[in-house]
């Protein structure tokens, strides 16, 4: 899978919106962009993915730039429950099946009230 | 629906010893995954199973690192001698077959290893 790159960290305040970014500049065109968060003492869970066009959810929206080079995770409205590290990853369609997820050490964001 | 079940949540082991992990994945889910989670770092994928055979296992030290999913349905993690660098949380994902680059993986909340 293509590499991305994160901010290790940000901060937020309590009920403002957060944009998280993420730079992958050598994604191919087959490349989706997924979102996964991970509370503390938590498996990650799924955020959001798209591949060229911005998506939304009842969690966050993704935007995604015109070249594909970067994207965007917003949250709307960042709660205390909001905190946790964020990971960008790119999926291709995969050869044979193989289909896991390659982990960067990802966003940590922290909200304060 | 229940989640992704895993046990124990945690273990603490002397180095050399042996130890196994339990992975019950989401009912119908054919896929299933272990990642392995060092401190501080993003998980890293160990094996991947398509019902009960292996798709990927390219990243699993098979010197002392063993996975089965007999039935194709609960999975086993064993290590066996474990090394003081084993100590992480171990992560059992499970997702639907379907489009690879666009399938959801459900983790279960691990089990911490501590080695000693």
């Known amino acids: 899978d293509a590499k991305t790159t994160q901010p290790n960290s940000m901060e937020s305040n309590e009920e403002e919106p957060v944009h998280l970014p993420c730079n992958h500049s050598?994604?191919?065109?087959?490349?989706?962009i997924h979102w996964y968060r991970q509370l503390p003492s938590q498996g990650p869970e799924y955020v959001i993915h798209?591949?060229?066009s911005n998506v939304n959810n009842r969690m966050a929206s993704l935007a995604i730039a015109e070249d594909r080079k970067s994207s965007t995770l917003i949250l709307h409205r960042a709660t205390l429950r909001d905190a946790a590290v964020y990971y960008c990853i790119l999926r291709d369609l995969g050869t044979g099946g193989a289909d896991g997820l390659t982990f960067g050490k990802g966003t940590h964001l922290i909200i304060q009230p | 629906e229940a989640g992704v079940a895993q046990s124990p949540r945690y273990k603490i082991i002397e180095k050399r010893q042996s130890v196994a992990f339990w992975c019950n994945p989401i009912s119908g889910h054919a896929t299933l995954y272990w990642y392995q989670q060092i401190l501080g770092q993003g998980p890293k994928l160990l094996i991947q199973f398509q019902n009960n055979g292996v798709v990927d296992d390219s990243q699993l030290p098979k010197d002392r690192f063993s996975a089965e999913r007999l039935k194709g349905v609960d999975s086993t993690l064993k290590i066996q001698p474990a090394k003081l660098e084993d100590s992480a949380v171990y992560l059992c994902?499970?997702?639907?077959?379907?489009?690879?680059?666009?399938?959801?993986?459900?983790f279960g909340a691990g089990t911490r290893l501590s080695v000693l």
């Open positions: 050598t994604i191919s065109g087959t490349d989706y």
């Open positions: 798209g591949l060229t």
């Open positions: 994902a499970s997702s639907q077959k379907g489009l690879l680059a666009q399938n959801i993986q459900y």
